[in-house]
């Protein structure tokens, strides 16, 4: 009776002992994690790629906000005002295109420190355009949001901004433009979003697929979504009509995205046929731990089923960063899985992923 009792005491340590080192992991100590948010900051900062106003500027900028809010570090405080002088505080220059007002979101996020209109003026003139044209991406995709990507670019920024000045029209806009997308392009059968219109099957079976057959979901792009889903709840009023939907939609997202985690914690760039992609994505992977240690600090995602994949994917996603702070094994800028990357491919996105990851994963 005593060996059978030891035995059966063994297993069960050697059961738990992968969440139970999860949790003595020095990559959740605070201060590993406040100075490896630092570290990939300063690198990605002395490192710039794009127009100060892109995309994927929007994503690094982003991680950067979250950063500064998590460490108080006035080295990132002075890194974001510098982006705004840099950029006169204006958005790029489509008025309709998603991708042109995601930098906004960091003007935001500035101006709830100084409540200087002048940081805000030329996203609300934008938006307002918005509002009130229609512009040349609705007019030749027949959306305005036609890619899923855009989730992530645009509902965050409409809900700071009815945050910041009190005016809902924004979330009426939000909620017009965001279900013209979700209708168009979210799989209810997969709990996921195909990237565009072109990745779609048919009622017949036909288009895109990938080599073992499955459809194509882009990890990224739902990354971007699942992200852009916590950062729009994090400013929806819980009263607001469509709170449910977003909440709901997310978790039914994120029980879906737990599902296709990897041994290593991180995720393919195609979610559905992972074993044609080797290496973790890191961008992908930083926007789902973000998302996931989001819905848990929120008491929206349930912790005993999200915590254990949360640290499993904060230590997947720190073995992508090298000593020097750059995130590596990020996907480049493309529209599908399809595309090269190694140990030392890196973007501006990745370390913004990483960052609003590092920002959620130190308040567990």
């Keep these: 009776m005593k060996l059978r009792s030891a035995v059966t005491a063994i297993i069960a340590i050697l059961l738990l002992s992968p969440f139970c080192f999860a949790k003595k992991d020095p990559a959740f100590n605070k201060k590993f994690i406040r100075e490896r948010m630092l570290k990939v900051a300063r690198w990605q900062l002395r490192n710039p790629k794009h127009e100060p106003y892109d995309w994927t500027n929007g994503a690094f900028y982003a991680g950067i906000s979250a950063a500064y809010e998590s460490t108080?570090?006035?080295?990132?405080?002075?890194?974001?005002?510098?982006?705004?002088?840099?950029?006169?505080?204006?958005p790029g220059r489509r008025f309709d295109h998603a991708d042109d007002i995601a930098i906004a979101q960091t003007y935001l996020d500035l101006y709830r420190l100084s409540k200087d209109p002048k940081i805000i003026a030329p996203t609300i003139e934008t938006v307002r355009r918005l509002s009130a044209e229609k512009g040349p991406e609705a007019a030749k995709h027949g959306i305005t949001w036609w890619w899923c990507d855009a989730l992530f670019m645009a509902p965050p920024t409409l809900a700071k901004l009815?945050?910041?000045?009190?005016?809902?029209?924004?979330?009426?806009?939000?909620?017009?433009?965001?279900?013209?997308?979700?209708?168009?392009?979210?799989?209810?059968?997969?709990?996921?979003?195909?990237?565009?219109?072109?990745?779609?099957?048919?009622?017949?079976?036909?288009?895109?697929?990938?080599?073992?057959?499955?459809?194509?979901?882009?990890?990224?792009?739902?990354?971007?979504?699942?992200?852009?889903?916590?950062?729009?709840?994090?400013?929806?009023?819980?009263?607001?009509?469509?709170?449910?939907?977003?909440?709901?939609?997310?978790?039914?997202?994120?029980?879906?995205?737990?599902?296709?985690?990897?041994?290593?914690?991180?995720?393919?760039?195609?979610?559905?046929?992972?074993e044609a992609y080797p290496g973790g994505e890191a961008s992908g992977s930083g926007f789902y731990t973000y998302a996931l240690a989001w819905g848990v600090n929120h008491k929206i995602l349930d912790k005993k089923k999200f915590e254990p994949a949360v640290r499993k994917a904060w230590i997947g996603l720190n073995t992508l960063v090298h000593d020097d702070g750059m995130v590596g094994w990020t996907q480049p800028i493309g529209a599908d899985p399809r595309k090269n990357f190694g140990p030392d491919s890196w973007e501006v996105f990745g370390a913004g992923a990483y960052l609003l990851a590092g920002s959620e994963v130190g308040k567990l």
């Design 162 to 274: 009815a945050s910041a000045t009190g005016d809902k029209s924004y979330l009426a806009l939000n909620d017009r433009l965001f279900k013209e997308t979700y209708d168009l392009l979210y799989d209810r059968d997969q709990r996921l979003f195909a990237r565009d219109a072109s990745y779609l099957v048919g009622a017949d079976g036909k288009g895109k697929r990938e080599a073992n057959g499955t459809k194509i979901f882009w990890s990224r792009g739902n990354g971007w979504v699942l992200a852009g889903l916590a950062r729009l709840l994090s400013e929806l009023p819980k009263d607001h009509p469509t709170y449910v939907f977003y909440r709901d939609l997310f978790k039914e997202m994120a029980a879906r995205i737990i599902e296709l985690q990897q041994s290593d914690g991180l995720w393919r760039s195609s979610l559905l046929d992972p």
């Design 72 to 90: 108080g570090s006035a080295e990132l405080l002075k890194a974001l005002n510098e982006l705004g002088t840099k950029t006169g505080w204006k």
